[in-house]
């Protein structure tokens, strides 16, 4: 048996076989379509949207990779009133969407009682869509506040399960422990959990990647987002080298092997290194795509990292262009909640 072959059959592999795999472009032909193979038998060639509604661009966190970080005197800061996120959310569910992210900076600005109100507010308005949140770190007893007012889903990447590497991506007070806590506590709560990591960060080694597939294997998350690192200007890591397409594809199409019916996105990171990355990131495994729901005014402000795209006027319609770039893939968008299909197991 081949290592693609193994894989496929073992949903899993030695660390040594994994570092083979990842190392050369060898399998990689084999490895997507396999990928795409399985992905078919949980989901057959539909496409989940989420609205990522982008509510704030204000941090108290200082990661160095990130461009909204609370160090970058450049950086734009905005925050949408709780009434145009309410206004995203409508104009999002007539163009079909039923999972509205809200994702942020860590912004003090939104307590608790402010993000329950718009959570409640949103699944009173539309009873038949998911909400998912993600902002950062918080306390258990706010991820349970949340949950109790419908929030669904929560996004926590958690960015390396290497501690150490991890030191190195931020300052001293942020750990991998306090954010692996968190990620515990949303799972105890009963929230669908997505975590996460950047491939090609500063100082990422294979061996880390590989540390990563180990952490999610314990975690078993319903979804898994990564995207290649890139580099934003005006960061300390402002002069590093991005992370690299066929290393992200790669780590795509191994991922959908291991967690074979989990939800993953051809993420925006993947769209802007390459301008068919999220293309490429579905033919490699990728289930998922999260279009912009933020108001256009705003896009560029929310700016992860350099030249991040479906910022500008001609953006004001991702939903039509991923639209035709879904069905350019061969998969269809579909009008769905999109949860995670765990019943149709082996
Ligand atoms: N390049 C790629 N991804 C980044 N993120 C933050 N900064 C960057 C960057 N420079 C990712 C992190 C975070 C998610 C919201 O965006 O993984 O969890
Ligand atoms: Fe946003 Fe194409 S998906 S412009």
């Known amino acids: 048996m081949n290592l693609v072959e193994e894989l496929r059959t073992r949903r899993n592999l030695s660390d040594e076989d994994f570092l083979r795999l990842l190392k050369t472009d060898e399998y990689d032909q084999e490895l997507f379509s396999s990928a795409v193979r399985l992905r078919q038998k949980y989901y057959g ?16 966190n200082d990661c160095y990779y990130c461009g909204i970080r609370k160090g970058n005197r450049q950086a734009q800061r905005y925050r949408l009133s709780e009434e145009e996120i309410l206004e995203c959310a409508r104009q999002g569910y007539e163009l079909g969407f039923r999972t509205f992210v809200l994702q942020g900076g860590e912004d003090p600005w939104f307590t608790d009682e402010r993000i329950c109100g718009i959570v409640s507010q949103i699944k009173a308005e539309h009873p038949d869509c998911a909400v998912t949140l993600s902002l950062g770190e918080k306390e258990r007893s706010s991820y349970q506040a949340y949950f109790d007012a419908g929030a669904d889903r929560y996004l926590l990447r958690h960015e390396t399960a290497d501690p150490e590497h991890y030191s190195l991506l931020h300052p001293a007070g942020m750990s991998l422990s306090a954010r692996k806590q968190c990620l515990w506590d949303l799972k105890e709560i009963g929230y669908q959990v997505g975590s996460g990591f950047m491939v090609g ?5 294979l061996e880390h990647l590989i540390a990563d597939i180990r952490f999610l294997q314990e975690l078993e998350p319903d979804m898994i987002g990564i995207g290649p690192y890139i580099n934003h200007r005006d960061t300390p890591f402002g002069g590093m080298e991005s992370g690299s397409l066929d290393l992200c594809l790669r ?11 989990a939800l993953i996105p051809a993420t925006t990171a993947l769209g802007t290194i390459h301008p068919q990355g999220r293309e490429l990131g579905l033919l490699a495994g990728a289930n998922v795509v999260m279009p912009n729901l933020s108001p256009v005014s705003v896009r560029k402000k929310y700016e992860l990292y ?3 795209i479906c910022t500008g006027e001609e953006a004001a319609e991702c939903r039509g262009c991923l639209q035709r770039r879904v069905s350019s893939a061969g998969f269809e968008i579909v009008v769905d909640r999109g949860d995670r299909r765990k019943e149709y197991g082996l």
């Open 45 to 60: 060639n539909d496409v989940y949207l989420r609205g990522l509604i982008e509510i704030s661009s204000y941090c108290k």
């Open 201 to 205: 960060s500063p100082w990422q080694t």
């Open 251 to 261: 780590m795509l199409g191994i991922l959908r092997h291991v967690f074979a019916d």
């Open 306 to 308: 350099d030249n991040k």
